[in-house]
């Protein structure tokens, strides 16, 4: 690591502790929002969150090497961690903290990515589920229970097993189209005891057309179980696309993302555990943080919470 | 009430425990002696079936090893040109009878398991089916050169066939193993792949079939009639295990015997750490390559835009240093072949003339077809075209990969781009017989034969089958049917090196690495006999001294 | 209640029907063929004799109502992977399945209830805070991550536990007698509590945040008000409570036990329905796959449809379901 990477690294920590801090001294004006920070997990859970987001933008700067450059395949080859590599090299002999660094960006990005195209699904169809009821929520419903009988793995393998080589994008697509379900239950259920409520019955009453009454009137109500849900996809997914590169069918070599950094270490567990113990730790981190996050958030939003 | 239960909970379970171990305690048997003994192979993968002529199997044919007999078998040298370093089997001599025709005499103490004695009919059977198309046996081709097997009598078989040439006892003894026809005939022939003979087999082997739990194991247990010597180790179990690592770590731990092939260094080390392990190395059988294909990717009659052109091939080989990467990769555990070879075969020799890793001459050459820098983004491009192209590699093995990601970067060094497609092995199976790929890694097992090998993989009657990259060279081909056909060893060598020098001259693929086998066998096994092509072949010679037999040695079921 | 159950149940058999359809065609319409075999040199025969022997030539909508035909007489057809009747071949898995996921889930119940009522007990005191964050860093491991881990330290560092497979090859191929019950036992363990830790650390923060709803509840307070020993009013309802949305998680968690346990049986070496299908789908063996997906996904809508009536019968307020509100993790 040279020094200008240690700068770049002492800064990103600086700018997550800012952000975390910040963040809970706007929260605190709020009496809502200052529920969210009541446990320091959750404080902790968006201080690192920041750091890894901020790592994955900048890791041109954080790393010293390129993620796909074999630095010396027979002398630095599972090299254990030192000053120069300080999480080691992996068995073709590549800088493990730079992989790590760089697959931050496509490990976050299916993670966001994914979840968003899972969440936007899901409220989709249970929000038209809840809203319109009758045939149409029986037979949404009904798909969803079919999505929902099938693990995802064994879908996911089929859905990868269709494309000779898989672009990244259609990795991402294939993983939201199998995660959608749980969020169109949550929403659907929030939507359903919504449709009852005054200001809904009040808009239709006006006239205002369906599609109006959902969005500006409804979903953002439902709100709750939406935002958390979102959160929680994110680590769902980073798990996922761990699990599948470790499968051999995520993301394709020589491209690092946390769960192939594993996968390419996973052989030599015993001789360099280092390739497995960070990748694996960082994943971890940013499953952790996000639930410590879908926690605060839940207590914060939830109206129930008020009487505590 | 929950808490009372809690409180309950654990001495039921120590209770459970305590009574099984001492229940455990009676189970220990009481087999001491020479001929006791369990030997557990950790397996990777299940077979399909266990009846030979249907499968070609690595686990299949070890497991056929032991069930099953060949005429004769080979010698530790591994010649196989005419019959002399041959060890007699199920014939117990044989003469020839004319130049064409070959007589063996089975051995009359022979035994089926069922009581049945083996008979020259059993041969002439064998030799029905294995020629037989609706069986469609991976052997048949091998045998095309004996025009048939007769009986003369129950014990005398004779077999013709139409030339003469330096394999022929080869041909004869290697690929059948002798069938019981009595149990055989009645099953339709285009059953037998399915058939329940081949999950419940009778043989005449040392060792009996026992039992074959799906998913999990397969168990032998030592005939002690055999005729040709009791064998040492009363049983044998293979247990199947879904991949290496798994299996590398059930012989570390002490749960499995043996393991055939540690395969990378790291699993060396690991076992050369073990107390309890020997660490055997022995010529490996197989080889790796980069095949390129010759035909246009997704269209066999067009040759293809890169790979066509001789020099480019030529250039490309030069491009990688080899030896680096067999060192990376495998450490001592691999060597670079001087050909399409693997360290078996007779006609290994480092000195064969091979291209020599040389990034300036590659570069010229490049330049000199007209691929050049034109652009300045530090790759190669040719009308406009960039010279890059894509590696086709199976997700089932973890070596290839690695190495595919390894010449990514040797090629990027000279200017080449290339991109890597890792796929399940189904699809790459799919893409190389379709012709849908630019290069693809493959590796090929070898007979002790030269010429089988070779004859499917480079040689035009492969096309459409193993030859994926569709080479074809009339010189090479008139050379290795010389070779072949050569009954002297000495001038078979000479004729195999040019042959060999012509095809590496050719280029048709980068030949990256001959696998060194390495076995790990627990201590306590005794005159571990291990030959190279088939490394189960001697089991039933090894031998546990009885003063170092462990428990489950002792069992006696 | 009648009506609502055959409505439930027809329901249930479209799904699976629905099902079976989609897996059908999508196996089908993957690339590759089914006795391809890689490195290995095939006769282009064998495959063009077994595809016309098991009809793969036909078109699709021709194989598809042949297998529909099958299965009404109850024949599952032939593993082209395995050489063996499909139903010999997953018959074989069930009972392997069936005792990996009946073990991660017990640890999960009585691990995760004990844990999530010992910390709602201690609020936000030191044993609370440390517990609260050891499950959330274990909810957040990946399983795959957690089992290499175990496997080194506890099967191969400390030779506790044996190093994968189901039992002990010699003395124990079939469960014959006590010694093989505990043999069982003993190599269920580590596969076990892989999948059950994680299960666990999700139930005990539920169970918590459960249990802490509850004591807050009007009818709780109620009883706390009339004098009646907190602790047994408390206790009663919250378990009941945590039984009934124990059943509701399991519902969602079913599909992940039965099939998407392959990574834990890969790493031990467990004969499992789930390292089955996987396999199955690598070599598209055709008639494995969409038997795997019947059977899976027969047990899971009518766990579901169980799960369902049991909480009918428990509360009645919960007739009709509104949806789980927890995020089951499938990693």
Redesign the interface.
Known sequence: MKLGNWLALFVALVLAAEIARLLRQRAAQHGRWRRLFRHRTTSWGIGILAFLVIIALAAPLVAPFPPGDQLGIVDLKNHPPSWTFILGTDVLSRDVWSRIAWGARVSLGIGALGALVAVSLGTLVGASAGYYRRWVDALLMRGVDVGLALPRIFILLMMVALWDRLPFAALVLAIGLTSWFGTSRLVRAEVLSLRERDFVVAARALGAETGRVIFRHVLPNAATPIIVSAALGVGNVLLLEASLSFLGIGVAPPDPSWGSIIADGASTIYTAPWTILFPGLAISLVVMSLNAVADGLRQALDPREEMA | MLSAMSRRSPFIICGILAVATLAGCERRGGCTGSFCGTLINAAIGEPPTLLPPSTEVVVANDIGEQLFLKLADVGMSENTIGDEDFQPLLAQHWEWDGPLTLVFHIDPRARWQDGQRVSAADVEFTFDAYKDSVVASPFRAKLRRIASVTQRDSLTAVFRFRERYPEMFYDAVFHMRILPAHLLRSIPRDQWRTAPFGREPVGDGPYRFVRWQAAQAIELVADSTFFLGRPGIRRLIWRFTPTLPVAVTQVIAGEADVREQLVTPENVERARAAPHLNVITYRGNVYTYLGFNLRANGDTSQPHPIFADRDVRRALSMGVDRALLVKSALGELGKVPPGPMSELLWIWDPNIRQLPYDTAQAGRILNARGWRDHDGDGLRDKNGQPLTFRILVPTTSVLRVQYAQLLQAQFRKIGVQVEIDAVEGAVVTQRTSSGNFDTVILSRGNDPSPGSGITQTWMRGGFGRSNVGRYYSPEFERLVDRAIAEPSRDRARALWRSAIETINADAPGIFLYALANVAAVHTRFDNTQIRPDSWAALLRTWRIPPDKLIDRDRVER | MMAWLVRRLV?SL???F??VT??FI??H?????PC???????????CD??TR?FGFDKPLHVQYWRYLVALAHGNFG?SF????PVR??LA??IPFTLQLAGAALLLDL?LG??LG?YQAGRVNRLPDVIL??TT??V???????LA?IL??VF??QL?WF??????????C??VD???C???R?WHLVLPATTLGLVGAAGTARFQRAAML?VA?QDYVRTARAKGAPERRVV?RHQ?RNALLSFITRFG?AF??L???A??I?????W?GMG????NA????DYTL?TA??LI??TV??FG?LLADILMGVADPRLRVR????V?????
């Open positions: 329901a479209a799904i699976i629905a099902v989609f897996v999508l196996i319409v993957a690339p590759g063929e391809a075999q890689i490195d290995v040199d095939v006769d282009p025969i064998v004799q077994l022997q032939y992977s395995l050489h063996r010999d071949a074989g898995t009585l209830l004990a009522i609260g964050n959330l860093f909810y957040s491991l990946p399983t795959f991550w290499l496997l080194l099967a191969e030779r044996p190093v994968g497979g189901p039992n002990d090859p010699i003395l191929p079939v007698s006590l010694y019950v505990a043999d036992l709803d807050n206790l378990l969602l599909p992940f039965l099939t998407g392959v990574l049986e890969t790493i031990y070496a004969p390292r089955l299908a996987f789908i690598l070599t598209r796959v795997t997906a899976a996904s899971v809508v579901n509104a949806g789980a509100d995020e089951v993790v499938t990693a």
